[in-house]
């Protein structure tokens, strides 16, 4: 595979993985979809990625639900909103 074709299916499971937690991803979640550290980097210097906490980022304009979400990601898995 080449490393473009790579980018566009990584780019594809990002938006996908964004819709499901309203348009926030984690880092982690970003590294599973093979993005490195300088590419989130590069990403947020270039406004493709918006960072909300330490570690959480949005893919677009957030939305207040997008805010909520950024919120429990960012403070860890045992974590509930009411």
């Given at each position: 595979?080449s ?28 590294e ?23 570690g ?27």
């Amino acid at each position: 595979m080449s490393p473009q074709h790579a980018l566009r299916r990584s780019d594809g499971e990002l938006v996908r993985r964004s819709r499901m937690q309203h348009g926030v991803v984690t880092l982690a979640q970003l590294e599973v979809l093979g993005l490195s550290e300088r590419a989130v980097r590069n990403r947020v210097a270039t406004g493709r990625l918006h960072r909300l906490h330490r570690g959480v980022f949005a893919t677009e304009r957030p939305t207040p639900e997008a805010r909520w979400m950024a919120a429990i990601l960012a403070s860890g898995p045992r974590v509930a909103a009411t």
